[in-house]
């Protein structure tokens, strides 16, 4: 996270408080970030460099008591509508927006301390400054 007046590092949104959770520093985060994301050829150039990276989990039997067994549908329907909104904010701000879809599950679930089993990552998003190809006169 390069964020000015937040220590980078692991934090976890909670929501009922609408607070971010200080988790833990992240030390070599590029190398990480590399291993995550299977060294894909556009990381260097924007998920490395972004202010920062969502990782959206989920917990399915939360939605399966709910939803039935089409739980798992409605989930990544909904993590796919709150990165579109995520593209829209940052359009909004002029800030450019990176959907992640491919990575390694267990690493990631591994450095997030997440069970990989009751709850995971499904899906990434990197944040950070637009880089124009054009210049607005």
């Not at 607070?19 to 060294?39: G, H, N, Q, R, W």
């Not at 556009?42 to 939605?63: D, E, G, L, M, Q």
């Not at 997030?112 to 054009?134: C, H, N, P, R, T």
Request: charged content about 25%; glycine content about 6%; some cysteine.
């Amino acid at each position: 996270m390069n964020v000015d007046g937040l220590q980078k590092g692991i934090y976890r949104y909670l929501p009922i408080e609408h607070k971010l959770l200080f988790m833990f520093p992240l030390e070599d985060v590029d190398s990480k970030i590399d291993a995550i994301t299977l060294d894909q050829p556009f990381v260097p150039n924007f998920a490395k460099k972004a202010a920062i990276t969502f990782a959206w989990s989920t917990t399915p039997y939360r939605a399966e008591w709910k939803f039935d067994i089409s739980a798992h549908k409605k989930i990544l329907i909904d993590v796919g509508h709150v990165c579109q909104n995520l593209y829209l904010a940052g359009e909004s701000v002029n800030t450019g927006v990176c959907a992640i879809g491919i990575y390694d599950q267990e690493a990631v679930d591994n450095l997030l301390q997440l069970d990989g089993e009751e709850e995971f990552i499904i899906y990434l998003a990197a944040v950070g400054k637009k880089k124009s190809k054009y210049k607005i006169k």
